[in-house]
């Protein structure tokens, strides 16, 4: 039987089948997929083909074969183990949730999020939120990261999952789709989803207001079918994100400002560092790309980690 995996535990799988019922599935022995190495070999949101067995009076499905993806998002886990983790696959959209503060989002975690959906093929889209919360000098530096992003070609709405403000744009962008929602925990998704799809009823947590960091309250990503022919994959909050597989000879086509810029370079492997008549250091220098964006590209193509500080987020 074909069906698509709503959640995956690390041992069992969630399936609904072609017939629109639920099976819980395993896997046998070690999967593989084209070399990819991660904790988890099948991820929500993947097109399995899977057999039945009876087990006393229980029915499981076996999963045997793993369809091919369209596309996911795959990150690099930032304990010290390395691991990859690939989020969700199959994705028609994928919504990054921003706050300003409480907690703060770095814009090289933004960038981070970003790089990785060009990288895999994934469409985004920016929700500000909390809009409801911030002072008029915080909807200030809102607007401003909305216009740099915006500049580029990001979609950004503005919006706050606790009044509903702009959830019903949010709401258009998903119809007919599967769309996935990250960010760091505590900026919303929970309470965002809640008002989506009210009768999911999912856990929502406050803030740690020492840490200024929201409690997880999503441990496994999980697959939901809505009311209004769209599909919801909710992630666990990230605190960071790893960047996999992208050579540094890439790394600049998936930075869409500096891609379309790539031809004007004098040497045509430049990597927009040292290298003379360089157009994009050049459009850095006369403030037609944003320094922000740079610093990031710099960041990542040198192996640094994020920068978890809270006192740096405007650039």
Not at 49 to 72: L, M, Q, V
Not at 227 to 241: H, L, M, N, V, Y
Not at 245 to 263: A, C
Request: a negative charge; hydrophobic letters at 35%.
């Amino acid at each position: 039987m074909k069906g698509i995996v709503y959640k995956s535990t690390g041992s069992w799988y969630l399936v609904k089948a072609e017939d629109k019922e639920f099976y819980n599935c395993r896997i046998k022995g070690k999967f593989r997929i084209k070399g990819i190495k991660s904790t988890n070999p099948i991820a929500v949101g993947d097109r399995v083909i899977f057999e039945k067995e009876t087990i006393g009076d229980e029915t499981i499905g076996i999963i045997k074969t793993i369809e091919e993806r369209e596309n996911y998002i795959i990150r690099k886990s930032v304990n010290l183990s390395k691991q990859t983790h690939i989020i969700a696959a199959n994705i028609d959209v994928a919504f990054l949730l921003i706050t300003l503060n409480n907690p703060p989002t770095l814009t090289t975690f933004i960038d981070r999020f970003l790089v990785t959906a060009e990288a895999y093929h994934v469409p985004s889209i920016l929700l500000f939120n909390k809009v409801d919360t911030y002072s008029e000098e915080e909807k200030d530096e809102v607007r401003f990261l909305m216009g740099l992003y915006k500049s580029i070609g990001y979609e950004c709405i503005p919006i706050s999952a606790k009044t509903g403000k702009n959830v019903d744009r949010v709401k258009e962008e998903m119809l007919n789709k599967t769309a996935m929602f990250s960010g760091h925990s505590g900026t919303g998704k929970s309470t965002l989803i809640n008002q989506l799809a009210p009768k999911l009823d999912l856990k929502t947590a406050s803030i740690s207001e020492q840490h200024l960091q929201g409690q997880h309250t999503t441990t496994f990503a999980e697959m939901y079918d809505l009311s209004f022919e769209a599909r919801i994959i909710d992630t666990p909050g990230i605190k960071g994100f790893g960047i996999v597989d992208i050579d540094k000879e890439e790394l600049g086509d998936y930075f869409p400002e500096f891609f379309e810029l790539k031809e004007a370079c004098k040497f045509n492997n430049c990597l927009h560092l040292e290298e003379p008549k360089c157009a994009v250091k050049e459009a850095l220098e006369n403030n037609e790309i944003p320094w922000s964006r740079y610093k990031s590209y710099v960041q990542i193509i040198e192996g640094e980690e994020e920068n978890y500080r809270t006192d740096i987020y405007k650039s």
